[in-house]
């Protein structure tokens, strides 16, 4: 094992981010063109025959434990800081919030123009509220999706950012330590008693436990620790591995023990990929890699925009399906979420990180 300086610059760490990201939202892709193939009523769709057996809805495993792995990464150093949680919350919304706000209103208009219930989505009032407010509103099936269904996972996102904020108000050791024992305390209530007491249900979802599994990637990443290269690898195909594991002994059905059938190798793979040497800052694929990393939250954010549109044209041109329409939707989000980024995501981001400089600096006067 090496050990590297807990100060060292590391290139790496970009890098690996960004892959994983990438890999994470394409997972996600991935997982439902395969569904689309198996149950969206095309003309002539055939089914797509995955011979990996992964279960690629676990690139939301990663994303969490990435989560995790950046955000102590980045406060590290600011904990029991006067008044950086208040800034950590208000960047993090600037981050993440506008732009789901933006596919969640287009989702909204798009199912209201088109007076179709897309995907059983329930257009009223409470669930339109309670998803722009990240708050889970139980559905007439008991499940807590938001009324973009693809926004459940920020649901934990933003419940994460708050409950680090609070951890940031304490020293290190303390606030790492009240946030490990509530995410815990919460995870092993809802893995022992399965309740079914609505909003309970949700945030006592052993899933939250991924987040703390990105936390100590990082610490160990912090910490200088470097695994060899045949190690690295034998990780991340154990992780994946596992993930085939979980299909082929159907426990991936069981919400409550995610955490083993996905976190578990998550983890794995995410830890094969950053407690690595670094990669080289001036190689060819190195932007490549940042570009798909930045690319990623739109990819994640507009590709069920993509495949319906897709759908649709697909069904108007009789084309047939199967491997053929997979390749051709996998290739248009891409390219879908590529253009998302430069003319939405990145100015958008732009415009609100403006806005609170001005906000700021105003205050600063004022005061």
């Known amino acids: 094992m090496e050990r590297l300086a807990p100060n060292e610059t590391n290139q790496k760490f970009v890098a690996s981010l960004q892959a994983l ?7 996600v892709l ?3 063109l395969l569904i689309e193939t198996r149950a969206h009523p095309l003309r002539g769709m055939i089914a797509v025959y995955d011979p990996t057996k992964i279960k690629w809805a676990t690139g ?3 994303f969490f434990i990435i989560s995790g792995f950046i955000i102590y990464y980045l406060t590290k150093d600011k904990f029991g800081v006067p008044g950086f949680a208040k800034s950590f919350i208000k960047n993090r919304f600037v ?10 209103t287009l989702f909204i208009i798009v199912a209201l123009v088109s007076k179709s219930s897309i995907n059983g989505t329930d257009i009223s009032l409470m669930r339109v509220v309670s998803s722009y ?6 559905r007439s099936d008991g499940t807590f ?13 933003i419940m994460f950012y708050f409950v680090f904020s609070a951890a940031l108000l304490f020293s290190k050791k303390a606030g790492l330590t009240l946030l490990s024992a509530a995410f815990i305390m919460l995870a092993m209530f809802g893995l022992l008693t399965r309740t079914s ?14 987040f703390l599994f990105g936390i100590l990637i990082a610490h160990f990443y912090v910490k200088g620790i470097r695994l060899p290269a045949l190690v690295r690898i034998t990780m991340v195909a154990a992780g994946f591995i596992a993930l085939t594991w979980a299909v082929a002994h159907s426990i991936q059905s069981d919400i409550h023990l995610r955490p083993f059938w996905g976190g578990i190798p998550a983890a794995l793979i995410v830890s094969g990929v950053v407690l690595g040497p670094d990669i080289r800052g001036d190689a060819w694929y190195t932007n490549l890699i940042v570009i798909g990393g930045n690319v990623s939250y739109s990819l994640y954010l507009t590709h069920m925009f993509s495949l319906r549109l897709l759908s649709i044209i697909w069904e108007k041109l009789a084309l047939p399906g199967g491997l053929l329409y997979f390749g051709v939707s996998f290739t248009v989000a891409m390219f879908g979420a590529y253009v998302a980024y430069r003319i939405v995501e990145q100015p958008l981001l732009a415009l609100m990180r403006r806005g609170v400089r001005r ?9």
């Open 133 to 138: 407010l990240f708050l889970p509103w139980p």
């Open 21 to 27: 990201r990438f890999l994470a939202a394409s997972m």
């Open 197 to 210: 007491i609505p909003f309970l249900m949700f945030y006592t979802r052993p899933i939250i436990i991924e």
């Open 30 to 32: 991935i997982s439902h």
């Open 60 to 62: 939301v495993d990663i």
């Open 95 to 104: 981050r993440v919030v506008p732009l789901y706000w933006v596919y969640l």
């Open 359 to 367: 906000k700021s600096a105003t205050a600063a006067v004022t005061v």
């Open 145 to 157: 999706y938001p009324v973009f269904e693809i926004g459940w996972t920020l649901n934990f996102e």
